[in-house]
């Protein structure tokens, strides 16, 4: 059995296909100006954009900036935040949108299998996804529900194993069948 396995759950997800996006996600912060340098010399989001950060990643997922905290753990990993940071609902401002909608084409275009999806084709398949969260022995681990569109993904032109970005204190693993 494996580490994972054996590690308590989190929680439980909507938005596990999130981690489809991480490629896109540094050009994102840094043409947004969310990225600052910490005191160890690496990028991290500046503190009052932290929850600007989660919001932006969950419009991708499901065009909406007001979910609900729990809704928001996998997001404030991605960002390199804790499960308690505070993220209350944002106001995204239309550049910010319109960004968000060309990280998702973006996404398509980098990705021909997906075909003619529109963008909220691509939400509504992959990026809504259920998944399972687990931490232990220094990483946290995401498991994501199968589905029979995950044929697609052995053709995806990114790694799906794991995720680590600079700002990221561990990696995240992805258990994504079909990856």
Same mark, same amino acid.
């Given at each position: 059995?494996?580490?994972?396995?054996? @590690?308590?759950?989190?929680?439980?997800?909507?938005?596990?296909?999130?981690?489809?996006?991480?490629?896109?996600?540094?050009?994102?912060?840094?043409?947004?100006?969310?990225?600052?340098?910490?005191?160890?010399?690496?990028?991290?989001?500046?503190?009052?954009?932290?929850?600007?950060?989660?919001? =932006?990643?969950?419009?991708?997922?499901?065009?909406? @900036?007001?979910?609900?905290?729990?809704?928001?753990?996998?997001?404030?990993?991605?960002?390199?935040?804790?499960?308690?940071?505070?993220?209350?609902?944002?106001?995204?401002?239309?550049?910010?949108?319109? =960004? &968000?909608?060309?990280? =998702?084409?973006?996404?398509?275009?980098?990705?021909?299998?997906?075909?003619?999806?529109?963008?909220?084709?691509?939400?509504?398949?992959?990026?809504?996804?259920?998944?399972?969260?687990?931490?232990?022995?220094?990483? &946290?681990?995401?498991?994501?529900?199968?589905?029979?569109?995950?044929?697609?993904?052995?053709?995806?032109?990114?790694?799906?194993?794991?995720?680590?970005?600079?700002?990221?204190?561990?990696?995240?693993?992805?258990?994504?069948?079909?990856?």
């Amino acid at each position: 059995m494996n580490d994972a396995a054996n @590690s308590p759950a989190i929680a439980g997800i909507r938005n596990a296909g999130l981690v489809l996006l991480h490629p896109f996600l540094p050009a994102m912060f840094q043409r947004l100006d969310l990225l600052a340098t910490g005191g160890d010399g690496r990028p991290q989001l500046r503190g009052e954009h932290g929850a600007h950060a989660v919001h =932006l990643l969950q419009y991708l997922v499901d065009g909406r @900036s007001d979910a609900p905290e729990q809704q928001l753990l996998l997001n404030k990993l991605l960002c390199g935040l804790e499960p308690d940071f505070p993220a209350p609902p944002v106001a995204l401002g239309e550049e910010e949108r319109a =960004l &968000c909608e060309q990280v =998702l084409a973006a996404v398509m275009r980098h990705w021909p299998a997906v075909g003619q999806t529109s963008p909220e084709g691509l939400r509504q398949v992959f990026l809504q996804r259920e998944g399972r969260l687990q931490k232990g022995d220094g990483k &946290c681990t995401l498991a994501v529900a199968r589905n029979p569109f995950d044929v697609l993904l052995s053709r995806l032109p990114w790694n799906l194993a794991a995720i680590r970005h600079p700002w990221m204190p561990q990696p995240l693993l992805i258990d994504w069948p079909g990856a």
